[in-house]
């Protein structure tokens, strides 16, 4: 895993606007202008945030003429539960392995 991702994928997470996007994902597909219909957000403003959600993997888009509809992306989610997984597991073997246990008192 490329620490250079990381950022990446926590960027998806960490806007309101984007976190409400990812809710109105879970129940399926959603076109773009559905969400800026729920959201109450400008178009190029559901733009900026859906570029930030596809860059980061998360969620996927497919152009039907005009219009963008918007997915999750099972292959995306797994990528960012796997980073989860890197920096909980790459915290706890430094913590296992130091000498000084004081950096993980409990």
């Known amino acids: 895993?490329?620490?250079?991702?990381?950022p990446v994928v926590f960027k998806a997470?960490?806007?309101?606007?984007?976190?409400?996007?990812?809710k109105l994902l879970l129940t399926g597909e959603k076109c773009a202008c559905v969400l800026l219909?729920?959201?109450?957000?400008?178009?190029?403003?559901?733009s900026h945030h859906m570029k930030i959600l596809?860059?980061?993997?998360?969620?996927s888009m497919?152009?039907?003429g005009k219009w963008a509809h918007y997915s999750l992306s099972p292959d995306g989610i797994g990528y960012a539960i796997a980073v989860?997984?890197?920096l909980?597991?790459?915290n706890e073997l430094s913590c296992n392995s130091a000498a000084d246990d004081t950096c993980c008192v409990k």
Do not use: A, W
């Open 1 to 6: 895993m490329n620490d250079k991702d990381i």
């Open 13 to 22: 997470f960490c806007d309101e606007n984007r976190i409400r996007i990812l």
């Open 37 to 46: 219909e729920n959201l109450h957000i400008s178009q190029p403003t559901l």
């Open 54 to 59: 596809c860059d980061s993997g998360v969620v």
């Open 62 to 64: 497919r152009k039907e």
């Open 84 to 86: 989860l997984e890197y």
């Open 88 to 90: 909980y597991k790459r």
